[in-house]
């Protein structure tokens, strides 16, 4: 709870504070018993604490049952029982948590007012694959990584890849990216329709049920609306996905530089030079270690650069001289092209694993990921601005970073039992958020804003934005149940 009070975390959440829960009602676990089956429901301590967090630092090292677990958890296997079990609550006035992976980095998943979480892992179906439409619909039990198992040899992928295996619905709740953003878009423009179940049990479908067309312009963009809405608007129940075909030639390099701004500066320039990357990842000289360290393979400790080029075969024999003689240009060197699966895959799971490298620098600390996102041509600045900013706070806070779209991270190690550079931490994190929003920033590029960034939203929005995201809230969830506390 300490951790919890210096970074700011006790203030008023929703309509009633943290940790300021009612009682379930009478019967009202039996109830639930009564729609999905007595196996599919659990009041255990030890399965509440397991969906009362995400892999944030929003609970401390020691969560609070009195605060951020649910008090019951359920796993609905259909859509109609999403459907019954939140009218259950509506009309009990119960609050709802969805709940994919846990893979979150908000506390998207606590549930600060105690209620129902709703596991919908177990909700798994792949259906309408559709090869000529390159579309496919997926519940919220669907992985990337199983969706993209269940594609293989049709020539097609989801290519939205963030760090860990998440739910794709998950994915679309956070508006979450990864490091193939820059040139296949975040999950925003990849999300062609969702089939949502709203507070009170009824079922909407924001395009219109079936409806997978690539544009429209019917209406407000409802599907938008819910991309991003945290689990505080309604149930993903199923995402229609649009889908790219593979392409016929890879090829990934890593480059090492003097300094970062260096590595930035020749992010910036391929982009201005119309390379069209595929991926385009940074690295510090600290995580460049960690995650050589972490993984085996032999990097060196300098600012570094991953590149990935899709094409043809023969359009990426001329992406690769562009990108070889801007490298150059910027003093980079090291350059040496894996074409192979095996290699490829080699170097981007150490890329994914940064955030498990970084968590082995500092054994028994806690971990807290920024996530800023800024104009390109501000990301020099900011990046070293952010940089000297981590050396003068005296913290471990390893760069990562999907430069290509203004993207990075500062993975932030710290002991959460050592008051002052908890202190240091969450100085850090708001001056980092300030310094993107003044470069006309954001101060989450794919995280989401969950617990720990209430403030810099209102920051970024200004009063009257923050006013029509509650009227909006109001409209679909009058009575606050749906994941309280986040995002308002």
């Known amino acids: 709870m300490a951790l919890r009070r ?48 995400d892999e944030s630092m929003h609970t401390g090292a020691a969560p609070s049952p009195s605060c951020a677990p649910p008090d019951a958890v359920v796993w609905p296997q259909a859509v109609g029982q999403v459907q019954e079990l ?106 062609l329709n969702l089939r949502v179940v709203l507070p009170d049990g009824r079922l909407l479908h924001t395009a219109g049920p079936g409806r997978q067309a690539r544009k429209r312009a019917a209406g407000y963009d409802l599907t938008s609306l819910f991309v991003g809405s945290e689990g505080t608007l309604g149930f993903l129940t199923q995402a229609t996905l649009r889908l790219h075909p593979l392409p016929e030639a890879t090829a990934v390099t890593t480059a090492t530089f003097p300094s970062v701004r260096a590595a930035v500066a020749c992010t910036v320039q391929v982009l201005q030079a119309a390379v069209p990357v595929a991926r ?46 801007i490298v150059r240009l910027n003093g980079g060197s090291g350059l040496a092209w894996a074409e192979e699966p095996e290699e490829r895959g080699r170097l981007w799971a150490m890329r994914h694993s940064a955030w498990y490298a970084a968590l082995a620098l500092r054994p028994g600390c806690q971990g807290y990921s920024t996530d800023v996102c800024v104009p390109i041509s501000r990301l020099p600045d900011v990046v070293v601005e952010t940089k000297r900013d981590l050396q003068d706070s005296g913290l471990t806070g390893p760069m990562v970073g999907h430069v290509g779209d203004g993207n990075f991270h500062c993975l932030l190690i710290f002991n959460c039992q050592d ?21 006309g920033g954001t101060c989450t590029g794919e995280h989401g804003v969950g617990l720990g960034k209430r403030a810099l939203l209102l920051e970024e929005l200004g009063q009257e934005g923050m006013d029509t995201l509650r009227r909006i809230k109001a409209a679909l969830d009058p009575h606050n149940l749906m994941n309280p506390g986040k995002v308002l």
């Open 86 to 191: 939140a009218a259950l609550c509506y009309r009990c006035r119960v609050p709802m948590v969805p709940f994919g992976t846990g893979t979150g980095l908000e506390g998207g998943v606590n549930a600060v007012q105690g209620g129902v979480c709703f596991d919908l892992s177990r909700m798994d179906a792949i259906t309408e694959l559709s090869l000529e439409d390159f579309s496919v619909a997926v519940e919220p039990g669907v992985t990337r990584k199983a969706l993209n198992g269940h594609l293989r040899g049709t020539g097609l992928w989801f290519p939205v890849d963030p760090g860990a295996d998440a739910s794709l619905c998950g994915m679309a709740a956070t508006g979450a990216s990864g490091t193939n953003a820059v040139r296949y878009g975040t999950m925003r423009p990849n999300v």
């Open 280 to 325: 385009i990842e940074f690295l510090d000289e600290v995580m460049a270690g960690a995650c050589s360290r972490f993984s085996g393979l032999e990097l060196p400790e300098a600012a570094t650069l991953l590149l990935e080029l899709h094409g043809s075969r023969h359009g990426l024999a001329e992406q690769r001289q562009q990108a070889e003689e």
């Open 419 to 439: 008051p002052a550079e908890s202190r240091r931490v969450h100085a850090f994190t708001q001056r980092l958020g300030r310094r993107a929003l003044a470069a």
């Open 6 to 53: 210096v970074l700011g975390l006790g203030a008023a959440l929703g309509r009633r504070g943290c940790c300021s829960k009612r009682p379930l009602p009478p019967d009202f676990v039996e109830a639930l018993r009564a729609v999905v089956g007595d196996p599919n429901v659990s009041t255990a301590m030890a399965v509440r604490e397991q969906h009362g967090h």
